[in-house]
């Protein structure tokens, strides 16, 4: 009975945020962001993990808005190819590999297969909408923030950003996770009832474009947005632009099942639209959308999360199409038999043929030539 009435009121209380207003207060997770200094990179110095902090740009300040730099016109692809549990494939080799850029080949010039440290963004939906203090979707985001990063490395680098009204970062790119933790510690009472997805997740893909190496964010949120600048579309675009792999993982699951019977049609609507446009998210970019029903899934999930950028293929080629017209390009990966340039047949332990999933980004925007 007693685990009944909590499953009771974590519906109801889901119920109530559908209909929640907004609700301004004095204290919140978000801040308006600090003007960052100007890009002023230099490509003789050992590349940075992010550009956000003040500690790695002091002493780098510029005079003038114009930067210029040497650049090679190199498309990389980072892939992963699952097979029909969701677990990535190994050893596989270069040749076995096409890449289709607008649907003409191109010629594989680089390929790796070494693991690398990662730098991970995770994007926090902290509004009072679902996550009030010791409700069901409080307990549920802090547990799915903690879990996840207790299964990093000590190479690899975490930013924590939260968002509601506004996007703030928690604490920048770092592999101090005491500063980690002690930015998901502020997670406590949330200030403002909205969820601005959209906005968050195309300015944190903005500011990662340009950091190095193996990349992602990781959403952990609702999937609802309410009040975003930036519509769908937009948000869609500027993800695929950036080429950051998104990762989400949908809370309230088992709340959302249980007040389905009472929640009006547009609000179940609102619902399904959300895990649509987080599975359009993460296809596009070469990530994966999780729906987890119960905590005991989320363990299973991290690990997913962790095989599939840590056993990426790291593709590269130089485009046929060499104009610079900031056009955008269609990317297709394929595993192809070289042989008979036919789709790739793989055969499990039993010498039976399974479907495999290629991930990876579905595109890319070509640059502009400099006047």
Known sequence: MKKWTLAAAAALTLIVGVWAQDNPSSETVAKPRKQSAPDTTDTSLAPIPSKLSPKATKGNEATSDASFKAETNVVNIDVQV???????????????????????????TQYSVAEAPMTVAMVVEFSARYQAYYSAGWR?????????VSTLKPDDYVAVIAYDLRTTILSDFTNDRNKTMEAMASLRIPGFSESNMFDALADTADRMSKIEGRKA???????????????????RKALQEAGVPVYSIEMLQLQRIMAESRMSATQNLDFLQADNELKTFAKETGGQAFFPRFQGDLPGVFHAISQSLRNQYSLGYSPNNQAKDGKFRKLTVQLVNPGTNEPLKMLDEKGKPFKYTILAKAGYTAPRAVE
């Open 140 to 148: 549920e985001t802090l547990t799915a923030s903690y879990g996840f």
């Open 217 to 235: 964010i990781l959403l952990i949120a609702s999937g609802i947005d309410t009040f975003s600048k930036l519509t769908y579309d937009k948000a």
């Open 82 to 108: 699952l097979d029909n549990h969701g677990n990535p494939i190994p050893n596989i080799p270069r040749d076995k590999f096409r890449i289709l850029e607008d649907n003409v080949p191109q010629t594989l």
